[in-house]
């Protein structure tokens, strides 16, 4: 008994370290070439194993691409920041951070996202969910700002979240493209200290 629950142990492990490669994997060939130049079969090469072994994990390629866009959203934001415009100012420094080391998690978060609007529309779907939540997430930050008194009381949460959304994709956009020989560590503190100075209750 003792034996087969070690055993069984040992194969969720080897599953889960397939499917951390296997999405890794995917991750720097969508970074280097976008999602369309990417297969079941390439992932399964870059990772190590087969085709087959993708296949058996996600099904598809299309639930491949689903689930990389939730591991390469992923970062983790500290929740102790003291007020609602703190916790605001931890979660962009966090958001930015990939920005500073050009992460491939971060530029292939992007491409897919922007693939979502064209070029790979059955995305979209994937992207309008997550995104959803996102906007909630600053929204709800926001309202505890004004219920704290850290940030204005004349701020439009929702207007807000959505121009942070556009402000901090739009920025990591160019900081992978077209604004490479800019620091991205400077860039990340303006913004930082934007936002920070922008939400902030206004002298009365």
Excluded: C
Excluded at 30 to 55: C, E, F, M, Q, T
Aim: glycine content about 8%.
């Amino acid at each position: 008994m003792v034996g087969t629950e070690s055993h069984r142990r040992t194969q969720g492990e080897r599953r889960a370290d397939a499917r951390q490669r296997v999405l890794a994997a995917a991750t720097e060939l969508v970074a280097r070439h976008g999602s369309r130049a990417v297969s079941l079969a390439s992932v399964g090469v870059a990772a190590g194993y087969s085709r087959g072994i993708v296949n058996h994990h996600f099904g598809s390629k299309a639930r491949l691409l689903e689930e990389l866009i939730e591991y390469t959203q992923q970062f983790e934001v500290s929740a102790d920041a003291a007020t609602g415009l703190d916790r605001l100012v931890n979660f962009v420094e966090r958001y930015l951070g990939g920005m500073h080391h050009r992460s491939p998690r971060s530029e292939a978060f992007l491409k897919l996202w922007v693939e979502s609007t064209a070029a790979e529309p059955s995305l979209a779907t994937v992207f309008a969910e997550r995104d959803a939540r996102f906007r909630e997430h600053l929204v709800q930050q926001i309202r505890e700002g004004i219920k704290d008194g850290s940030v204005d009381d004349g701020v439009d949460p929702e207007t807000v979240a959505v121009a942070m959304i556009g402000l901090l994709r739009g920025t990591a956009l160019m900081v992978f493209s077209t604004a490479r020989d800019v620091p991205a560590a400077r860039i990340a503190e303006e913004i930082t200290w934007m936002i920070a100075r922008g939400l902030a209750p206004s002298p009365r």
